[in-house]
């Protein structure tokens, strides 16, 4: 009965340290002046969730809160912008194993923001520079 207990809490251990990562917070992007205005880089925000399966909803100026819902997993985000950049910030999740005090959050966390992050970027109109 030891061992069966010893290996169940040995076990759970093992898991909360391989689902468990350092939390990238925030996550702030600068886009250059003459690329865009305050509307273009909501419409990259907006157009980005919607390609990574984030739901964006406005809450109020220059702040868009974005869910997304993936196998029983769920975050939310908080992207602030203006003409000049972006920030993604956590917000708040479920089923993430999320400790404020140790900055941890399952291993997927900062996967699915970097892919989000990376999408806004893409639809950023970065051919206003002529390159």
């Known amino acids: 009965m030891k061992k069966i207990i010893a290996s169940t809490f040995l076990t759970a251990l093992f898991a909360s340290v391989v689902f468990a990562a350092s939390m990238v917070n925030p996550l702030k ?6 690329l865009s205005s305050d509307a273009d880089v909501k419409k990259a925000i907006i157009a980005g969730c919607q390609e990574k399966g984030w739901v964006p909803a406005e809450k109020g100026d220059n702040q868009i809160d974005a869910v997304l819902n993936l196998r029983g997993h769920s975050v939310t985000v908080k992207i602030a912008y203006d003409k000049s950049g972006y920030s993604i910030e956590y917000k708040d999740s479920s089923n993430m194993n999320y400790n404020d005090k140790k900055n941890l959050i399952h291993s997927k966390y900062n996967q699915w923001v970097g892919n989000l992050n990376k999408a806004i970027r893409q639809n950023i109109d970065f051919s206003k520079t002529g390159k």
């Open 29 to 34: 992007v600068e886009v250059p002046l003459s």
